[in-house]
Nanobody, 126 residues
Framework: QVQLVESGGGLVQAGGSLKLSCAASGRTLSSYAMGWFRQAPGKEREFVAA????????SYKDSVKGRFTISRDNAKSTVYLQMNSLKPEDTAVYYC???????????????????WGQGTQVTVSS
């Protein structure tokens, strides 16, 4: 079983940037696609971004395209989410998750991901 630990969250003003990290231990994540999800207060958890095992393919929620970038360093067993031009509506707890497959399937529901981190809070003030 892999353990995922997110870090890098915090409070930032609108228009600012944050870089989230997700470190894996217990099992390598290099063979699996990885994803980032978020959950705002009173809302359901939603898909944000995903990356294939090699990093060669990525996918994003429409509202973050052009602002967020997902990447990975398999040698460090770490996945990143660079978030630029942050908006108040990006405020949420951000979770990383390990997919059940190596490649991006086009389906990013939570059932497609088997292991989850505890989350890191991102707050964007207006």
């Amino acid at each position: 079983q892999v353990q995922l630990v997110e870090s890098g969250g915090g409070l930032v003003q609108a228009g600012g940037s944050l870089k989230l990290s997700c470190a894996a231990s217990g099992r390598t994540l290099s063979s699996y696609a990885m994803g980032w999800f978020r959950q705002a207060p009173g809302k359901e958890r939603e898909f944000v971004a995903a990356i294939s095992w090699s990093g060669g393919s990525t996918s994003y929620k429409d509202s973050v395209k052009g602002r967020f970038t997902i990447s990975r360093d398999n040698a460090k067993s770490t996945v990143y989410l660079q978030m630029n031009s942050l908006k108040p509506e990006d405020t949420a707890v951000y979770y990383c998750a390990q997919a059940r497959s190596s490649y991006l399937s086009g389906s990013y529901n939570q059932a497609s991901f088997g292991s989850w981190g505890q989350g890191t809070q991102v707050t964007v003030s207006s």
